[in-house]
T-cell receptor, first 110, second 113 residues
Framework: QQPVQSPQAVILREGEDAVINCSSSKALYSVHWYRQKHGEAPVFLMI?????EQKGHEKISASFNEKKQQSSLYLTASQLSYSGTYFCGTEDFGNEKLTFGTGTRLTIIP | DAGVIQSPRHEVTEMGQEVTLRCKPI?????LFWYRQTMMRGLELLIYFNNNVPIDDSGMPEDRFSAKMPNASFSTLKIQPSEPRDSAVYFC???????????FGSGTRLTVV
């Protein structure tokens, strides 16, 4: 079953912050985050393994709550280059494959 | 490394024709995945390989779809016969494994008319 992302879409002004959530009905082994710009391939941002860790990538960070089977992606002081569709990909125990979420379209305006 | 290489970038074909999509993964990556992306269904996994062996093909829509990986540097996804509902962007991705992210190819945009 496909993980559910929220919100479906968000519009921000440059410099504002955003949070994108990913929720699964299955026990998760890991969560990946990807960004896809229009007409391009998804690009890997980060992976979080079970253990509740939080990872950072410049002004983009994420957390993983394995008990709640949820992950959140945090974008701080957003830049125009952050625009795109963000996907979470979840891997549950016993599977080596990612199931991608429904996607969140992020638009940053000047 | 040149990344994951897919060909062709665009394919327009008539209903009933055979279509073959090609993928060259990153050297050293043990896993290869074929995904299909549409507006309605998002990114769907079709099949994946580990060390050239098909592991899970449960996402292949029907018998019209087949995939092969004859060696570590090449994979094909074939649709025969093609139908308009197969129109989508098909992505190939490769990875070292569960602890690593996927690298996607540029995709093949397939249009079946």
């Amino acid at each position: 079953q496909q993980p559910v992302q929220s919100p479906q879409a968000v519009i921000l002004r440059e410099g504002e912050d955003a949070v994108i959530n990913c929720s699964s009905s299955k026990a998760l082994y890991s969560v990946h985050w990807y960004r896809q710009k229009h007409g391009e391939a998804p690009v890997f941002l980060m992976i979080l393994l079970k253990g509740g860790e939080q990872k950072g990538h410049e002004k983009i960070s994420a957390s993983f709550n394995e008990k709640k089977q949820q992950s959140s992606l945090y974008l701080t002081a957003s830049q125009l280059s952050y625009s795109g569709t963000y996907f979470c990909g979840t891997e549950d125990f016993g599977n080596e494959k990612l199931t991608f979420g429904t996607g969140t379209r992020l638009t940053i305006i000047p | 490394d040149a990344g994951v290489i897919q060909s062709p970038r665009h394919e327009v074909t008539e209903m009933g024709q055979e279509v073959t999509l090609r993928c060259k993964p990153i050297s050293g990556h043990d896993y290869l995945f074929w995904y299909r992306q549409t507006m309605m269904r998002g990114l769907e996994l079709l099949i994946y390989f580990n060390n050239n062996v098909p592991i899970d093909d449960s996402g292949m829509p029907e018998d019209r779809f087949s995939a092969k990986m004859p060696n570590a540097s090449f994979s094909t996804l074939k649709i025969q016969p093609s139908e308009p509902r197969d129109s989508a962007v098909y992505f190939c991705a490769s990875s070292f494994g569960s602890f690593y992210g996927y690298t996607f190819g540029s995709g093949t945009r397939l249009t079946v008319v």
